[in-house]
C-alpha cells in the first residue's frame, strides 16, 4: 500500500506550542502509513530539531539552499532571506519537487504558502494556533495580508482549517464563511509524564533547595505571556512567605528586561531561569504552583501539560476554559492584580487530582484521528 506523503510546513522549530504539536505529530504518526516531512526555513540548533533528528524524522531546512548553513544562524541574513522573496521561490521548488498528498500548514504563512502552492494539486490543511480576532484582526500589514491569503487559500484552493477547540472552530467558522473546520486538541503524550524521579531530586538538579515554595512559568519572553504581572506577583507573594521562589523556563527578546527587573527588586537570589529544554514534564514535577497569566492563548498546551502532571495551576481566564479538564486550575479575571495573583498563589491548596475527560489531551489518540484525516483526504484527492 502507497503511504500517504505529508509535508508539515512550520517557520521554525523553537520550542513553543505549534513547534511542540508538529514535534509531537512527527514521533507518534505510524510511518508505516504515513510519510511525514517537516519543512522549516533555518537551523537554529533548538532542542527540538535535536530530537527530531535522533528520531530519524526527516527536516528539510531552506536555507539549506543558499548553501550558507552558518550565515543563517545571523539574524541579518536570516532578515535578508525572508524580506527578499527568497524563501517563497525555494519554498515552490520544494513543493514541486517533493509532489505531497497534503501539505500541513502552521502559523501565520498563508502568503508565502499561496504562492507555493501554485501550480500543484495537494490537498492543504492549515491549523491555527492563536485566538482568530487577536491573530487577524488588528492593523498590521503581516495581519492583513495574511488574512487576505487565507481567505484566497480557503475559497480557490479549499484549504481545510483546523482549530485547537470548539470556541476557535466556531470563530473560524464564522470568520471564513465555512462550516466545516476541523477540531484537534494539542495533546500530550502521556508517556513522557510517567517521572518516577522524586521532587526533591529535582530540585537537587538545579540547585533548589527542597524547603523552597516554588512557583513556575514555562513560555517564551514575549509580551503575550505578561512575564512583567508573574514578577510583579511574585515580589509580592515574597512579601507573604521568605521561602518562595520563582522557576522560569524559556528564551525570547523580553528576557533581558525582565532579568533586569528581577535584579532592580532585589529577587535574583531566588528566582532560576533555564533556556528551552527537552524535559518539561520533570521540571514541572518541581514545581508547587503553575502560573499562565498571558494576555490571550490560542490553547495553552502548557496548561494541559501542567494537569497532566498533578500541579495546581493558576491560569488567566484569556486562556481558553476548554483547556481546563481538572480541579487543578483558578481561573483568574483579566483584570486581576499582581496582590490578588500573589494572594491566590499563596492560598493555594493541596489537591488530589480529579479528571474529567482527559482522555481526550492524549496525543497518541490524536494522532489516530489525524492519520485518517490524511489518508481520507489524499484518497479524495485521488478520486478528483
Same mark, same amino acid.
Given at each position: 500500500?502507497?503511504?500517504?506523503?505529508?509535508?508539515?510546513?512550520?517557520?521554525?522549530?523553537?520550542?513553543?506550542?505549534?513547534?511542540?504539536?508538529?514535534?509531537?505529530?512527527?514521533?507518534?504518526?505510524?510511518?508505516?502509513?504515513?510519510?511525514?516531512?517537516?519543512?522549516?526555513?533555518?537551523?537554529?540548533?533548538?532542542?527540538?530539531?535535536?530530537?527530531?533528528?535522533?528520531?530519524?524524522?526527516?527536516?528539510?531546512?531552506?536555507?539549506?539552499?543558499?548553501?550558507?548553513?552558518?550565515?543563517?544562524?545571523?539574524?541579518?541574513?536570516?532578515?535578508?532571506?525572508?524580506?527578499?522573496?527568497?524563501?517563497?521561490?525555494?519554498?515552490?521548488?520544494?513543493?514541486?519537487?517533493?509532489?505531497?498528498?497534503?501539505?500541513?500548514?502552521?502559523?501565520?504563512?498563508?502568503?508565502?504558502?499561496?504562492?507555493?502552492?501554485?501550480?500543484?494539486?495537494?490537498?492543504?490543511?492549515?491549523?491555527?494556533?492563536?485566538?482568530?480576532?487577536?491573530?487577524?484582526?488588528?492593523?498590521?500589514?503581516?495581519?492583513?495580508?495574511?488574512?487576505?491569503?487565507?481567505?484566497?487559500?480557503?475559497?480557490?484552493?479549499?484549504?481545510?482549517?483546523?482549530?485547537?477547540?470548539?470556541?476557535?472552530?466556531?470563530?473560524? $467558522?464564522?470568520? &471564513?464563511? =465555512?462550516?466545516?473546520?476541523?477540531? !484537534?486538541?494539542?495533546?500530550? +503524550?502521556? %508517556?513522557?509524564?510517567?517521572? /518516577?524521579?522524586?521532587?526533591?531530586?529535582?530540585?537537587?538538579?538545579?540547585?533548589?533547595? $527542597?524547603?523552597? &515554595?516554588? =512557583?513556575?512559568?514555562?513560555?517564551? !519572553?514575549?509580551?503575550?505571556? +505578561?512575564? %512583567?504581572?508573574?514578577?510583579? /506577583?511574585?515580589?509580592?507573594?515574597?512579601?507573604?512567605?521568605?521561602?518562595?521562589?520563582?522557576?522560569?523556563?524559556?528564551?525570547?527578546?523580553?528576557?533581558?528586561?525582565?532579568?533586569?527587573?528581577?535584579?532592580?527588586?532585589?529577587?535574583?537570589?531566588?528566582?532560576?531561569?533555564?533556556?528551552?529544554?527537552?524535559?518539561?514534564?520533570?521540571?514541572?514535577?518541581?514545581?508547587?504552583?503553575?502560573?499562565?497569566?498571558?494576555?490571550?492563548?490560542?490553547?495553552?498546551?502548557?496548561?494541559?501539560?501542567?494537569?497532566?502532571?498533578?500541579?495546581?495551576?493558576?491560569?488567566?481566564?484569556?486562556?481558553?476554559?476548554?483547556?481546563?479538564?481538572?480541579?487543578?486550575?483558578?481561573?483568574?479575571?483579566?483584570?486581576?492584580?499582581?496582590?490578588?495573583?500573589?494572594?491566590?498563589?499563596?492560598?493555594?491548596?493541596?489537591?488530589?487530582?480529579?479528571?474529567?475527560?482527559?482522555?481526550?489531551?492524549?496525543?497518541?489518540?490524536?494522532?489516530?484521528?489525524?492519520?485518517?484525516?490524511?489518508?481520507?483526504?489524499?484518497?479524495?484527492?485521488?478520486?478528483?
Amino acid at each position: 500500500m502507497k503511504k500517504t506523503k505529508v509535508l508539515h510546513y512550520i517557520d521554525s522549530l523553537d520550542p513553543g506550542g505549534a513547534e511542540t504539536i508538529v514535534m509531537n505529530y512527527a514521533l507518534l504518526i505510524d510511518r508505516q502509513q504515513i510519510d511525514m516531512t517537516i519543512v522549516c526555513h533555518d537551523r537554529k540548533g533548538t532542542p527540538y530539531e535535536a530530537i527530531l533528528s535522533s528520531a530519524g524524522v526527516r527536516v528539510i531546512y531552506m536555507s539549506d539552499y543558499l548553501h550558507l548553513k552558518k550565515l543563517c544562524k545571523h539574524y541579518i541574513v536570516r532578515r535578508y532571506f525572508h524580506k527578499s522573496g527568497l524563501d517563497k521561490y525555494i519554498l515552490r521548488h520544494i513543493f514541486h519537487k517533493e509532489k505531497p498528498d497534503i501539505i500541513h500548514t502552521h502559523l501565520r504563512c498563508n502568503e508565502i504558502i499561496k504562492f507555493a502552492v501554485d501550480g500543484t494539486d495537494c490537498k492543504i490543511l492549515h491549523t491555527v494556533h492563536s485566538q482568530p480576532s487577536a491573530y487577524w484582526n488588528n492593523k498590521t500589514a503581516i495581519a492583513q495580508n495574511d488574512f487576505k491569503a487565507c481567505t484566497y487559500l480557503v475559497e480557490k484552493k479549499h484549504m481545510q482549517l483546523i482549530a485547537l477547540h470548539d470556541g476557535m472552530r466556531q470563530e473560524l $467558522n464564522e470568520l &471564513f464563511h =465555512v462550516n466545516d473546520t476541523l477540531v !484537534f486538541n494539542n495533546g500530550v +503524550n502521556f %508517556d513522557k509524564f510517567k517521572i /518516577s524521579e522524586t521532587k526533591e531530586s529535582i530540585r537537587n538538579s538545579l540547585g533548589i533547595p $527542597n524547603s523552597k &515554595f516554588v =512557583v513556575g512559568h514555562v513560555g517564551r !519572553f514575549v509580551p503575550v505571556k +505578561n512575564h %512583567d504581572l508573574i514578577i510583579e /506577583s511574585f515580589k509580592k507573594l515574597s512579601e507573604l512567605r521568605d521561602n518562595a521562589h520563582l522557576l522560569l523556563v524559556g528564551q525570547g527578546p523580553l528576557r533581558p528586561a525582565i532579568e533586569k527587573k528581577i535584579e532592580e527588586y532585589g529577587l535574583k537570589e531566588n528566582v532560576t531561569i533555564l533556556d528551552p529544554r527537552n524535559d518539561i514534564p520533570r521540571i514541572l514535577k518541581a514545581m508547587d504552583v503553575f502560573l499562565l497569566p498571558s494576555l490571550w492563548e490560542g490553547l495553552g498546551i502548557v496548561l494541559v501539560e501542567s494537569q497532566t502532571m498533578g500541579i495546581y495551576s493558576i491560569a488567566s481566564s484569556n486562556v481558553p476554559a476548554d483547556t481546563v479538564f481538572s480541579n487543578l486550575v483558578l481561573r483568574m479575571p483579566p483584570d486581576a492584580d499582581a496582590a490578588a495573583w500573589a494572594k491566590a498563589i499563596h492560598s493555594a491548596p493541596q489537591l488530589t487530582p480529579e479528571y474529567h475527560g482527559i482522555e481526550n489531551w492524549n496525543m497518541k489518540k490524536i494522532v489516530k484521528d489525524l492519520e485518517a484525516l490524511y489518508q481520507n483526504s489524499a484518497l479524495e484527492r485521488i478520486a478528483k
